[in-house]
């Protein structure tokens, strides 16, 4: 049938049960806006799935490895399904942090001083001598995440020596790059990015307040871990800086369709922290909070991005 849309989410990454619980909501105002839905996972038989429903239009809510790192977006590419969301090529560039915020910088924005760290060098070289370096060039407090992942796993934010190689075995065990930055003090914000048809435009700000102080993967998924202010709380020119920022690093990095652009205000200057394209979509999460801000409706703009993957898909066989 060839208006049905096929929700994937699921995959084997650390964020497994978040993308299960994102495409239960996206499938489920997919029906809401009276699209025909199927829900699947990756799998051996995705494939067949695929060849089953000719037309249909993926909806990919993965959350972490293949699901953003623009490998299973090349594979719908090859095969001639259209899909929301941005390319393989741009998704793999904003997945892997030690690549995109290199790339954000050059272009102006402001973001925390960052050293890539491989794990063969962190290795072979020895974490003592290392660690004294990373200290001189980053300082104390200092956040260790791994290059590529999301929803903060693996992330540890250090204040002394003694726990620094910990935190970067930590991050480690989620890949094998290690990003070690600046700690930011400050307001955290999410803005999301969205192309309906008419070009790139900022959602209200959301700004999150964890009852922990740390925005963690409990805070992020919990309900009532998390206080969401949306719109943020934040004087007109922050608020408008920080959708500058969303929007300069969705066109930097060659996004479409969605993204979210996290970022901390510090001392009223928005500092860029990463870019999801598969932002989350469950009951906490930001993309819809930011889509209610704007007295939008998350059924509608869910039916939108898929009527526009079809559109494009359908460009693309002519």
Do not use: W
């Not at 909501?25 to 067949?48: I, N, Y």
């Not at 370096?133 to 104390?140: D, P, Q, S, T, V």
Request: charged share 20%; proline share 5%.
């Amino acid at each position: 049938m060839s208006d049905n849309v096929i929700v994937l989410a699921g995959g084997l990454s650390h964020e497994r049960d978040v993308s299960l619980r994102s495409g239960r909501r996206v499938a489920q105002a997919l029906r809401e806006a009276g699209v025909l839905v199927a829900e699947a996972d990756v799998t051996a038989s995705l494939l067949a799935t695929l060849d089953a429903s000719s037309g249909a239009v993926v909806f990919p809510v993965l959350h972490g490895g293949a699901g953003e790192d623009g490998a299973l977006r090349e594979v719908f590419d090859l095969l001639g399904v259209a899909y929301v969301g941005s390319d393989g090529s741009a998704s793999r560039i904003a997945f892997d942090k030690a690549v995109s915020t290199p790339l954000i910088a050059r272009a102006g924005v402001l973001t925390p001083r960052q050293i890539a760290l491989p794990q063969s060098v962190f290795r072979e070289l020895g974490a003592g001598r290392l660690v004294d370096a990373l200290i001189a060039a980053i300082g104390f407090p200092m956040m260790i995440k791994p290059a590529r992942g999301g929803s903060a796993l693996g992330c540890t934010k250090v204040t002394d020596a003694a726990g620094l190689p910990a935190a970067v075995v930590t991050a480690f065990s989620y890949g094998d790059v290690a990003i070690v930055e600046e700690f930011i003090e400050g307001i955290e914000v999410a803005v999301t990015v969205l192309d309906l048809g008419d070009g790139p435009e900022a959602l209200p700000a959301v700004q999150i307040q964890p009852r922990s102080g740390v925005y963690d993967y409990t805070a992020r998924y919990t309900a009532g871990e998390t206080r969401f202010v949306a719109p943020a709380e934040l004087p007109d020119d922050v608020t408008e800086a920080c959708a500058a920022m969303a929007l300069t690093a969705h066109r930097v990095l060659a996004l479409r369709d969605l993204s979210r652009t996290d970022l901390i205000v510090r001392d009223g200057v928005p500092v860029f922290l990463e870019v999801n394209v598969a932002p989350g979509m469950t009951e906490t999460s930001l993309l819809p909070l930011a889509i209610e801000a704007a007295d939008g409706s998350f059924s509608d703009v869910c039916a939108r991005l898929v009527a526009r993957a079809r559109e494009r898909g359908s460009a693309d066989r002519s």
